[in-house]
Protein backbone atom coordinates (compact mmCIF):
# COMPACT_ATOMS: atom_id res chain seq x y z
CA UNK A 1 0.00 0.00 0.00
CA UNK A 2 3.01 2.51 0.86
CA UNK A 3 4.13 1.79 -2.74
CA UNK A 4 1.48 2.46 -4.28
CA UNK A 5 0.60 5.42 -2.30
CA UNK A 6 3.85 6.74 -3.13
CA UNK A 7 3.73 6.02 -7.06
CA UNK A 8 0.26 7.16 -6.98
CA UNK A 9 1.19 10.92 -5.39
CA UNK A 10 4.79 10.95 -7.38
CA UNK A 11 4.51 9.43 -10.41
CA UNK A 12 7.22 6.71 -11.65
CA UNK A 13 9.91 6.45 -9.67
CA UNK A 14 12.97 4.12 -9.05
CA UNK A 15 13.51 2.09 -6.77
CA UNK A 16 15.88 4.30 -4.40
CA UNK A 17 13.24 7.06 -5.30
CA UNK A 18 10.37 5.12 -3.56
CA UNK A 19 12.58 4.19 -0.76
CA UNK A 20 14.21 7.36 0.24
CA UNK A 21 10.38 8.92 -0.16
CA UNK A 22 8.68 6.20 2.21
CA UNK A 23 11.83 7.27 4.75
CA UNK A 24 10.77 10.63 4.84
CA UNK A 25 7.51 11.32 4.40
CA UNK A 26 7.19 8.31 7.47
CA UNK A 27 9.55 11.12 9.23
CA UNK A 28 12.62 7.87 9.42
CA UNK A 29 10.26 6.36 11.97
CA UNK A 30 9.54 2.57 9.25
CA UNK A 31 13.51 2.05 9.30
CA UNK A 32 13.43 -0.94 6.66
CA UNK A 33 15.98 -2.30 4.85
CA UNK A 34 15.55 -0.56 1.86
CA UNK A 35 16.91 -4.21 -0.16
CA UNK A 36 13.48 -5.25 0.99
CA UNK A 37 11.51 -2.97 -1.54
CA UNK A 38 12.75 -5.04 -4.45
CA UNK A 39 11.27 -8.37 -3.59
CA UNK A 40 7.96 -6.62 -2.87
CA UNK A 41 8.08 -4.46 -5.94
CA UNK A 42 8.62 -7.83 -7.95
CA UNK A 43 5.84 -9.01 -6.46
CA UNK A 44 3.36 -6.24 -7.01
CA UNK A 45 4.54 -6.20 -10.39
CA UNK A 46 3.28 -9.47 -11.22
CA UNK A 47 -0.12 -9.09 -9.46
CA UNK A 48 0.07 -6.34 -12.59
CA UNK A 49 -0.36 -3.65 -10.10
CA UNK A 50 2.45 -1.98 -11.10
CA UNK A 51 4.71 -1.89 -14.45
CA UNK A 52 8.36 -1.35 -14.49
CA UNK A 53 10.23 0.54 -17.46
CA UNK A 54 13.88 1.42 -17.87
CA UNK A 55 14.94 5.11 -18.06
CA UNK A 56 17.27 7.57 -17.00
CA UNK A 57 17.32 9.51 -13.99
CA UNK A 58 17.32 13.18 -13.13
CA UNK A 59 21.03 13.22 -12.95
CA UNK A 60 21.65 11.01 -16.02
CA UNK A 61 21.99 7.49 -14.66
CA UNK A 62 20.25 4.66 -15.63
CA UNK A 63 17.49 3.29 -13.79
CA UNK A 64 14.42 1.40 -13.94
CA UNK A 65 11.14 3.12 -13.48
CA UNK A 66 7.98 2.30 -11.48
CA UNK A 67 4.46 3.83 -12.36
CA UNK A 68 1.06 2.85 -11.05
CA UNK A 69 -1.14 0.88 -13.56
CA UNK A 70 -4.70 1.45 -14.10
CA UNK A 71 -5.36 -2.08 -11.80
CA UNK A 72 -3.08 -0.52 -9.47
CA UNK A 73 -5.00 2.32 -8.73
CA UNK A 74 -7.78 0.58 -8.23
CA UNK A 75 -6.38 -1.64 -5.54
CA UNK A 76 -4.97 1.46 -4.12
CA UNK A 77 -8.68 3.04 -3.57
CA UNK A 78 -9.77 -0.44 -2.16
CA UNK A 79 -6.90 -1.02 0.05
CA UNK A 80 -7.04 2.50 1.56
CA UNK A 81 -10.84 1.97 2.04
CA UNK A 82 -10.69 -1.15 3.94
CA UNK A 83 -7.52 -0.02 5.81
CA UNK A 84 -10.10 3.50 6.37
CA UNK A 85 -12.55 1.02 8.09
CA UNK A 86 -10.01 -1.26 9.80
CA UNK A 87 -8.56 1.88 11.44
CA UNK A 88 -12.25 3.21 12.08
CA UNK A 89 -13.58 0.34 13.77
CA UNK A 90 -10.12 0.00 16.15
CA UNK A 91 -10.49 3.69 17.12
CA UNK A 92 -14.03 3.41 18.30
CA UNK A 93 -12.88 0.06 20.26
CA UNK A 94 -10.11 1.84 22.09
CA UNK A 95 -12.25 4.97 22.47
CA UNK A 96 -15.15 3.29 24.15
CA UNK A 97 -15.00 3.22 27.42
CA UNK B 1 -7.99 -15.12 -9.00
CA UNK B 2 -6.68 -13.12 -11.49
CA UNK B 3 -3.66 -12.27 -10.11
CA UNK B 4 -2.63 -14.93 -9.11
CA UNK B 5 -2.69 -16.40 -12.74
CA UNK B 6 -0.70 -13.26 -13.45
CA UNK B 7 1.61 -14.34 -11.05
CA UNK B 8 1.98 -17.48 -12.35
CA UNK B 9 2.30 -16.53 -15.53
CA UNK B 10 4.90 -13.66 -14.80
CA UNK B 11 6.91 -16.55 -13.05
CA UNK B 12 6.72 -19.45 -15.62
CA UNK B 13 7.96 -16.69 -18.36
CA UNK B 14 10.65 -15.99 -15.41
CA UNK B 15 11.95 -19.18 -15.98
CA UNK B 16 13.36 -18.41 -19.82
CA UNK B 17 14.40 -15.30 -19.44
CA UNK B 18 16.28 -16.16 -16.34
CA UNK B 19 20.04 -14.73 -17.58
CA UNK B 20 18.19 -11.15 -18.95
CA UNK B 21 16.21 -10.98 -15.84
CA UNK B 22 19.64 -11.87 -13.59
CA UNK B 23 21.16 -8.26 -15.58
CA UNK B 24 18.29 -6.33 -14.89
CA UNK B 25 18.29 -7.33 -11.43
CA UNK B 26 22.06 -6.41 -10.87
CA UNK B 27 21.60 -3.46 -12.97
CA UNK B 28 18.61 -2.49 -10.64
CA UNK B 29 20.61 -2.70 -7.20
CA UNK B 30 24.07 -1.30 -8.78
CA UNK B 31 21.84 2.21 -9.89
CA UNK B 32 20.48 2.26 -6.36
CA UNK B 33 23.62 1.99 -4.88
CA UNK B 34 25.07 4.34 -7.18
CA UNK B 35 22.43 7.13 -6.28
CA UNK B 36 22.67 6.10 -2.51
CA UNK B 37 26.17 6.86 -2.46
CA UNK B 38 25.37 10.13 -4.62
CA UNK B 39 23.29 11.34 -2.27
CA UNK B 40 25.61 10.42 0.66
CA UNK B 41 28.25 12.30 -0.59
CA UNK B 42 26.19 15.36 -1.49
CA UNK B 43 25.75 15.36 2.39
CA UNK B 44 29.45 15.88 2.94
CA UNK B 45 30.16 12.21 3.90
CA UNK B 46 33.47 10.65 2.82
CA UNK B 47 33.66 8.51 -0.17
CA UNK B 48 33.85 5.43 2.26
CA UNK B 49 31.55 6.57 4.70
CA UNK B 50 29.05 7.34 1.70
CA UNK B 51 29.37 3.83 0.58
CA UNK B 52 29.89 2.40 3.96
CA UNK B 53 26.06 4.24 4.58
CA UNK B 54 24.55 3.04 1.71
CA UNK B 55 25.08 -0.59 2.27
CA UNK B 56 23.94 -0.35 5.97
CA UNK B 57 20.67 1.14 4.98
CA UNK B 58 20.34 -1.41 1.80
CA UNK B 59 20.68 -4.23 3.78
CA UNK B 60 22.16 -7.44 2.73
CA UNK B 61 22.77 -7.07 -1.37
CA UNK B 62 22.72 -11.04 -1.80
CA UNK B 63 20.34 -11.88 0.49
CA UNK B 64 17.88 -9.30 -0.94
CA UNK B 65 18.55 -11.16 -4.56
CA UNK B 66 18.07 -14.64 -3.31
CA UNK B 67 14.59 -13.68 -1.67
CA UNK B 68 14.12 -11.87 -5.30
CA UNK B 69 15.06 -14.67 -7.24
CA UNK B 70 12.70 -17.29 -5.57
CA UNK B 71 10.11 -14.60 -5.50
CA UNK B 72 10.52 -14.31 -9.18
CA UNK B 73 10.70 -17.25 -11.02
CA UNK B 74 9.56 -21.27 -9.67
CA UNK B 75 12.31 -21.80 -6.96
CA UNK B 76 11.06 -25.90 -6.95
CA UNK B 77 11.65 -26.37 -10.95
CA UNK B 78 14.34 -24.05 -10.94
CA UNK B 79 16.58 -26.29 -8.19
CA UNK B 80 14.89 -29.26 -9.88
CA UNK B 81 16.79 -28.14 -13.13
CA UNK B 82 19.49 -27.30 -10.64
CA UNK B 83 20.00 -31.26 -9.65
CA UNK B 84 19.69 -32.20 -13.01
CA UNK B 85 22.43 -30.57 -14.37
CA UNK B 86 24.15 -31.33 -11.04
CA UNK B 87 23.58 -35.07 -11.68
CA UNK B 88 24.64 -35.16 -15.57
CA UNK B 89 27.46 -33.81 -14.79
CA UNK B 90 28.74 -36.30 -12.21
CA UNK B 91 28.00 -38.61 -14.74
CA UNK B 92 30.00 -37.16 -16.94
CA UNK B 93 32.89 -37.09 -14.71
CA UNK B 94 33.34 -40.65 -14.11
CA UNK B 95 31.93 -42.30 -17.38
CA UNK B 96 32.54 -46.03 -17.05
CA UNK B 97 30.98 -46.11 -13.76
CA UNK B 98 27.71 -44.41 -15.38
CA UNK B 99 27.81 -47.09 -18.03
CA UNK B 100 27.79 -49.46 -15.84
CA UNK B 101 25.34 -48.48 -13.69
CA UNK B 102 23.00 -47.25 -16.68
CA UNK B 103 23.33 -50.78 -18.22
CA UNK B 104 22.49 -52.67 -14.84
CA UNK B 105 19.29 -50.46 -14.86
CA UNK B 106 18.82 -51.47 -18.26
CA UNK B 107 19.04 -54.57 -17.69
CA UNK B 108 16.87 -54.93 -14.05
CA UNK B 109 14.03 -53.15 -15.65
CA UNK B 110 14.16 -54.60 -18.90
CA UNK B 111 14.50 -58.38 -16.95
CA UNK B 112 11.06 -57.22 -14.39
CA UNK B 113 9.18 -56.21 -17.38
CA UNK B 114 9.59 -59.29 -19.00
CA UNK B 115 8.92 -61.44 -16.18
CA UNK B 116 5.56 -59.08 -15.31
CA UNK B 117 4.73 -59.60 -18.85
CA UNK B 118 4.59 -63.11 -18.76
CA UNK B 119 3.43 -64.02 -15.24
CA UNK B 120 0.34 -61.53 -16.74
CA UNK B 121 0.17 -63.63 -19.78
CA UNK B 122 0.22 -66.93 -17.84
CA UNK B 123 -1.29 -65.70 -14.50
CA UNK B 124 -3.87 -63.09 -14.48
CA UNK B 125 -4.84 -62.84 -17.92
CA UNK B 126 -4.18 -66.26 -19.50
CA UNK B 127 -7.22 -66.27 -21.81
CA UNK B 128 -7.05 -63.98 -24.13
CA UNK B 129 -11.06 -61.94 -25.44
CA UNK B 130 -12.61 -63.89 -21.97
CA UNK B 131 -14.58 -61.15 -20.58
CA UNK B 132 -14.20 -60.61 -16.73
CA UNK B 133 -11.05 -63.12 -16.05
CA UNK B 134 -10.26 -61.97 -13.10
CA UNK B 135 -13.06 -63.62 -11.53
CA UNK B 136 -12.67 -67.02 -13.09
CA UNK B 137 -11.82 -69.88 -10.87
CA UNK B 138 -10.99 -73.87 -11.84
CA UNK B 139 -13.52 -75.96 -9.87
CA UNK B 140 -11.97 -79.05 -9.03
CA UNK B 141 -13.27 -82.19 -6.87
CA UNK B 142 -11.90 -84.69 -4.44
CA UNK B 143 -12.47 -88.24 -4.11
CA UNK B 144 -12.19 -89.75 -1.17
CA UNK B 145 -9.28 -92.35 -0.71
CA UNK B 146 -7.42 -90.12 -3.55
CA UNK B 147 -4.90 -87.35 -2.91
CA UNK B 148 -5.10 -83.99 -5.04
CA UNK B 149 -7.84 -83.30 -6.96
CA UNK B 150 -9.11 -84.39 -9.88
CA UNK B 151 -12.08 -83.18 -12.84
CA UNK B 152 -15.43 -83.69 -12.33
CA UNK B 153 -18.10 -85.43 -14.10
CA UNK B 154 -21.19 -84.21 -16.14
CA UNK B 155 -23.87 -84.74 -13.78
CA UNK B 156 -21.93 -83.14 -11.09
CA UNK B 157 -21.63 -80.70 -13.46
CA UNK B 158 -24.67 -80.03 -14.34
CA UNK B 159 -26.45 -80.45 -10.36
CA UNK B 160 -23.90 -77.66 -8.96
CA UNK B 161 -24.54 -75.44 -12.09
CA UNK B 162 -28.30 -75.79 -11.55
CA UNK B 163 -27.73 -75.12 -7.22
CA UNK B 164 -25.14 -72.79 -7.12
CA UNK B 165 -26.24 -69.36 -6.55
CA UNK B 166 -22.73 -67.87 -6.64
CA UNK B 167 -21.78 -67.54 -10.24
CA UNK B 168 -23.10 -66.30 -13.11
CA UNK B 169 -20.93 -68.62 -15.35
CA UNK B 170 -20.14 -72.15 -14.41
CA UNK B 171 -18.55 -73.81 -18.07
CA UNK B 172 -16.57 -77.16 -18.53
CA UNK B 173 -14.13 -77.95 -21.26
CA UNK B 174 -11.90 -80.98 -21.60
CA UNK B 175 -8.68 -80.47 -24.27
CA UNK B 176 -8.13 -83.49 -26.73
CA UNK B 177 -6.49 -83.98 -29.94
CA UNK B 178 -8.20 -85.67 -32.89
CA UNK B 179 -7.56 -86.22 -36.67
CA UNK B 180 -8.83 -83.28 -38.77
CA UNK B 181 -8.86 -84.22 -42.70
CA UNK B 182 -9.57 -81.78 -44.83
CA UNK B 183 -9.35 -82.93 -48.48
CA UNK B 184 -6.55 -85.37 -48.74
CA UNK B 185 -4.90 -83.92 -46.15
CA UNK B 186 -4.67 -84.79 -42.57
CA UNK B 187 -3.26 -83.68 -39.37
CA UNK B 188 -3.23 -83.49 -35.59
CA UNK B 189 -5.47 -80.90 -34.00
CA UNK B 190 -6.47 -79.96 -30.76
CA UNK B 191 -9.63 -79.17 -29.34
CA UNK B 192 -11.67 -78.86 -26.44
CA UNK B 193 -15.41 -80.65 -25.87
CA UNK B 194 -17.16 -77.79 -23.68
CA UNK B 195 -20.60 -77.02 -22.29
CA UNK B 196 -23.16 -75.36 -24.66
CA UNK B 197 -22.93 -72.20 -22.76
CA UNK B 198 -19.54 -72.00 -23.26
CA UNK B 199 -18.97 -69.38 -25.89
CA UNK B 200 -21.63 -67.06 -24.05
CA UNK B 201 -20.37 -67.63 -20.77
CA UNK B 202 -17.05 -66.21 -21.57
CA UNK B 203 -18.43 -63.38 -23.54
CA UNK B 204 -16.62 -64.93 -26.22
CA UNK B 205 -19.16 -64.02 -29.91
CA UNK B 206 -18.28 -66.10 -33.03
CA UNK B 207 -17.55 -63.56 -36.11
CA UNK B 208 -19.22 -66.06 -38.02
CA UNK B 209 -22.41 -68.23 -37.63
CA UNK B 210 -22.98 -68.71 -34.04
CA UNK B 211 -21.85 -70.31 -30.88
CA UNK B 212 -23.53 -73.66 -29.44
CA UNK B 213 -27.64 -73.51 -28.40
CA UNK B 214 -28.53 -74.27 -24.93
CA UNK B 215 -29.40 -78.34 -25.36
CA UNK B 216 -26.71 -79.23 -28.12
CA UNK B 217 -24.49 -80.53 -25.10
CA UNK B 218 -27.52 -83.19 -23.99
CA UNK B 219 -27.90 -86.44 -25.53
CA UNK B 220 -25.84 -89.29 -26.88
CA UNK B 221 -23.88 -87.95 -30.67
CA UNK B 222 -27.07 -85.77 -31.22
CA UNK B 223 -25.43 -82.62 -31.98
CA UNK B 224 -22.60 -82.96 -34.62
CA UNK B 225 -21.75 -79.17 -34.36
CA UNK B 226 -18.41 -77.58 -34.16
CA UNK B 227 -16.91 -73.68 -33.96
CA UNK B 228 -13.36 -73.92 -35.43
CA UNK B 229 -10.71 -71.17 -34.82
CA UNK B 230 -10.25 -68.22 -36.46
CA UNK B 231 -6.71 -69.49 -36.89
CA UNK B 232 -8.03 -73.05 -38.52
CA UNK B 233 -10.35 -70.69 -40.29
CA UNK B 234 -7.77 -68.37 -41.87
CA UNK B 235 -5.16 -71.37 -42.07
CA UNK B 236 -6.82 -74.51 -43.62
CA UNK B 237 -10.05 -72.85 -45.04
CA UNK B 238 -8.80 -69.75 -46.65
CA UNK B 239 -11.32 -67.58 -44.93
CA UNK B 240 -13.79 -69.27 -46.69
CA UNK B 241 -17.17 -66.25 -45.91
CA UNK B 242 -19.29 -69.18 -46.79
CA UNK B 243 -17.70 -71.53 -44.26
CA UNK B 244 -21.09 -71.89 -42.32
CA UNK B 245 -22.69 -74.76 -42.76
CA UNK B 246 -20.14 -77.10 -44.55
CA UNK B 247 -19.39 -80.30 -42.87
CA UNK B 248 -15.99 -81.42 -41.41
CA UNK B 249 -15.25 -84.62 -40.51
CA UNK B 250 -13.71 -85.00 -36.97
CA UNK B 251 -12.41 -88.34 -36.03
CA UNK B 252 -13.90 -89.69 -38.83
CA UNK B 253 -17.67 -88.25 -38.43
CA UNK B 254 -18.82 -85.10 -40.15
CA UNK B 255 -19.73 -82.23 -38.21
CA UNK B 256 -21.64 -79.08 -39.21
CA UNK B 257 -19.37 -75.88 -38.51
CA UNK B 258 -21.68 -73.74 -37.28
CA UNK B 259 -19.28 -70.78 -35.98
CA UNK B 260 -15.83 -69.45 -36.44
CA UNK B 261 -14.37 -67.66 -33.06
CA UNK B 262 -12.81 -64.32 -32.94
CA UNK B 263 -9.22 -63.46 -33.88
CA UNK B 264 -7.56 -64.29 -30.19
CA UNK B 265 -9.39 -66.20 -28.50
CA UNK B 266 -7.58 -69.72 -27.82
CA UNK B 267 -9.77 -71.51 -25.51
CA UNK B 268 -9.54 -71.77 -21.95
CA UNK B 269 -6.17 -74.07 -21.73
CA UNK B 270 -3.11 -72.00 -20.38
CA UNK B 271 -0.24 -72.70 -22.97
CA UNK B 272 -2.58 -74.41 -25.78
CA UNK B 273 -4.00 -73.33 -28.48
CA UNK B 274 -7.47 -74.54 -29.38
CA UNK B 275 -9.00 -75.23 -33.00
CA UNK B 276 -12.40 -76.08 -32.92
CA UNK B 277 -15.07 -77.13 -30.01
CA UNK B 278 -17.59 -79.27 -30.15
CA UNK B 279 -20.28 -79.40 -27.89
CA UNK B 280 -20.47 -82.33 -24.72
CA UNK B 281 -22.57 -84.76 -26.35
CA UNK B 282 -20.19 -85.61 -28.50
CA UNK B 283 -18.53 -87.14 -26.15
CA UNK B 284 -17.80 -90.37 -26.97
CA UNK B 285 -16.69 -89.36 -30.50
CA UNK B 286 -13.53 -87.95 -28.54
CA UNK B 287 -13.04 -89.90 -25.62
CA UNK B 288 -11.55 -92.89 -24.56
CA UNK B 289 -14.10 -94.72 -22.18
CA UNK B 290 -17.50 -94.87 -24.10
CA UNK B 291 -20.29 -92.56 -22.94
CA UNK B 292 -20.39 -90.33 -19.91
CA UNK B 293 -22.87 -87.98 -20.11
CA UNK B 294 -25.06 -90.33 -17.70
CA UNK B 295 -21.76 -91.76 -15.45
CA UNK B 296 -21.26 -89.96 -11.84
CA UNK B 297 -18.26 -91.52 -11.23
CA UNK B 298 -16.32 -90.84 -14.45
CA UNK B 299 -14.63 -87.43 -13.53
CA UNK B 300 -13.44 -86.37 -16.94
CA UNK B 301 -13.93 -82.83 -17.19
CA UNK B 302 -12.70 -79.76 -15.94
CA UNK B 303 -14.32 -76.82 -14.60
CA UNK B 304 -14.41 -72.99 -14.67
CA UNK B 305 -16.76 -70.27 -12.41
CA UNK B 306 -16.94 -66.72 -13.04
CA UNK B 307 -18.09 -65.81 -9.62
CA UNK B 308 -20.23 -62.41 -8.92
CA UNK B 309 -18.07 -60.99 -6.68
CA UNK B 310 -14.73 -61.39 -5.14
CA UNK B 311 -16.45 -60.77 -1.65
CA UNK B 312 -15.71 -63.76 1.02
CA UNK B 313 -14.88 -65.77 -2.27
CA UNK B 314 -13.30 -69.02 -0.34
CA UNK B 315 -16.09 -69.36 2.53
CA UNK B 316 -18.97 -68.80 0.31
CA UNK B 317 -17.88 -70.80 -2.42
CA UNK B 318 -17.19 -73.60 -0.22
CA UNK B 319 -20.33 -73.50 1.70
CA UNK B 320 -22.70 -72.75 -1.39
CA UNK B 321 -20.71 -75.90 -3.32
CA UNK B 322 -20.67 -77.92 0.11
CA UNK B 323 -24.39 -77.33 0.44
CA UNK B 324 -25.27 -78.70 -3.04
CA UNK B 325 -22.82 -81.63 -2.50
CA UNK B 326 -25.48 -83.87 -0.24
CA UNK B 327 -27.79 -83.65 -2.68
CA UNK B 328 -25.75 -84.86 -5.88
CA UNK B 329 -24.50 -87.82 -3.39
CA UNK B 330 -28.27 -89.07 -2.36
CA UNK B 331 -29.13 -88.92 -6.18
CA UNK B 332 -26.36 -90.75 -7.15
Not at chain 2, 269 to 288: L, Q, T, Y
Given at each position: ??????????????????????????????QLN???????????????????????????????????????????????????????????????? | ???????????????????????????????????????????????????????????????????????????????????????????????????????????????????????????????????????????????????????????????????????????????????????????????????????????????????????????????????????????????????????????GVP???????????????????????VPA????????????????????????????????????????????????????
Amino acid sequence: MLVLKTLDSMGPMHGFGIALRIQQVSDDLLQLNQGTLYPALLRIEQRGWIASKWGVSENNRKAKYYSLTHAGRKQLGQEVESWDRMSAVINRVLRTT
Amino acid sequence: MRELCRTLLYRLAALFRRRHLEDDLDAELRSHMEMAIELNLRKGMSAEDARREALRSFGGVEQTKEIYRDQRGLPMIETTLQDLRFGLRILRRSPGFSILAILCLTLGIGANAAVFSWIEGILFRPYPAVTHQERLLALTGTARGESGSTSISWPDFLDLQRSCTLFDAFIVNKIMGTTLSIGDRAERTIGSIVSANYFDALGVHPILGRGFEPGEDSGRNTHPVTVISYQLWKARFNGDPQIIGKMQRLNGVPHTIIGVAPEGFYGTFVGWGMHFWVPASMEEIFEAGGYKLEDRGARWIEAYVRLKCWSLLSIWCRRDTMRSAPRIFKTS
